[in-house]
T-cell receptor
């Protein structure tokens, strides 16, 4: 049981489509994250939400739009994506700071046609 | 800015043998946290082991242990009695101890293959 659930697992979309990735955590955590994982590159942190407020945005293009309606849910809205946006998008959650680890979901494999 | 380097893109080990994955990092901070995550083909990142920089004692979790050399900024992972289920990508990660900064900085990963 992962505790962090991401849907869909796979998504194929055209560059003009609009879609959303969903993440839900069942661990009672107060922070959630979006990461982008591309081949042969370190995981790239995209967004951090702590207590439902966005605390970090790592220069992510505006075609990615996060939303955190409550502490258990995190969305990543996608529109007008580019082929280089094809990647695995991982959601994670954690409780507080310090040595508390982040718990990850299984990711959404996104392919842009 | 902190950086994490994993210089071994791929490693392989015979089943039941021991393997060590290397990780170095760069930071100007004196207090921080280090993690090793495992990502099997199922894609979920799973925490393997963690280390607080202020602790001199190396962390251990069953067959997994670390060799933490703070002065050298080195954080290697040793897997003893390797099992087929250990095959995965392994990522080293760094996290500051600053309150409110939740960011994890990851290395590029090491793909570990277990040879039966």
């Amino acid at each position: 049981e992962t505790g962090v659930t991401q849907t869909p697992r796979h998504l194929v979309m055209g560059m003009t489509n609009k879609k959303s990735l969903k993440c839900e955590q069942h661990l009672g955590h107060n922070a959630m994250y979006w990461y982008k994982q591309s081949a042969k590159k370190p995981l790239e942190l995209m967004f951090v939400y702590s207590l439902e407020e966005r605390v970090e945005n790592n220069s992510v293009p505006s075609r990615f739009s996060p939303e955190c309606p409550n502490s258990s849910h995190l969305f990543l809205h996608l529109h007008t994506l580019q082929p280089e946006d094809s990647a695995l998008y991982l959601c994670a959650s954690s409780q507080g700071t310090g040595n508390q680890p982040q718990h990850f979901g299984d990711g959404t494999r996104l392919s842009i046609l | 800015a902190q950086t994490v380097t994993q210089s071994q893109p791929e490693m392989s080990v015979q089943e039941a043998e021991t393997v060590t994955l290397s990780c170095t990092y760069d930071t100007s901070e004196s207090d921080y946290y280090l993690f090793w995550y495992k990502q099997p083909p199922s894609r979920q990142m799973i925490l393997v082991i963690r280390q607080e920089a202020y602790k001199q004692q190396n962390a251990t979790e069953n067959r997994f242990s670390v060799n933490f050399q703070k002065a050298a900024k080195s954080f290697s992972l040793k897997i003893s009695d390797s099992q087929l289920g250990d095959a995965a990508m392994y990522f080293c990660a760094y996290r500051t101890s600053n309150f409110g900064n939740e960011k994890l900085t990851f290395g590029t990963g090491t793909r570990l293959t277990i040879i039966p």
